[in-house]
């Protein structure tokens, strides 16, 4: 029987989809990559498609993960970049050989150099960390208002007011926490 795991998080922001595969780092932590095969299942969701992975491979996209994580944290609360976390995404952008393609109907697609290229996919999420972290992109680092979370997430709103890091679960999460609070109240007596 096939063991269950955790679903994705899937988000539009390759980088900050990627630190969302560990949820809940204040709380109860949910590990949503927590085997190899799991890591292949989420990066082809993001077109980056490889034949296997090993638990070496799975333990480099971990810290990959977390010092994205440290770094995005970081640079959304203007503190300084964290020196070890700056290393390990700079190591993985650099290490990895992919080449952006021009699909026929105009998407870009990744082509990775070989069957087995985990670190070429993960240079990829790396050099989008560093976009996002060094302000390229429009848009504003920010952390999830949920006390459990905090995760780092990518506000592209107009209003850059974005709350969440996902609405559907710490969002809704939180709406129905208010709106219990609300109705909990018991009613003041009459004097
Ligand atoms: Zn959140």
């Not at 204040?26 to 590990?31: C, D, S």
């Not at 082509?111 to 050099?127: F, G, M, N, P, Y």
């Not at 850059?160 to 709106?179: E, Y």
Request: glycine content about 4%; charged content about 20%.
């Amino acid at each position: 029987m096939r063991a269950e795991f955790p679903d994705f998080r899937l988000g539009t922001v390759l980088a900050t989809s990627f630190t969302g595969t560990l949820s809940e780092r204040r709380g109860n932590p949910v590990e949503r990559i927590p085997t190899p095969q799991r890591l292949v299942d989420w990066l082809a969701v993001y077109g980056l498609a490889v034949d296997s992975c090993t638990t070496a491979q799975l333990d480099l996209a971990r810290e990959l993960r977390e010092s994205i994580h440290a770094a995005a944290t970081a640079a959304a609360i203007q503190d300084a970049l964290p020196a070890n976390a700056v290393r390990v995404i700079n190591d993985c952008s650099v290490q990895g050989r992919a080449a952006a393609i021009l699909a026929p109907d105009g998407q870009r697609q990744w082509q990775l150099s070989s069957a087995s290229s985990v670190e070429d996919a993960l240079s990829v999420i790396a050099a989008d960390a560093i976009s996002i972290i060094a302000g390229e992109r429009d848009g504003k680092l920010a952390l999830c208002a949920s006390p459990t979370c905090q995760a780092a997430f990518f506000d592209t709103s107009q209003s850059r007011t974005r709350r969440w890091c996902d609405m559907n679960t710490c969002g809704n999460r939180q709406k129905k926490a208010r709106f219990n609070a609300t109705h909990r109240k018991t009613p003041t007596p009459a004097e």
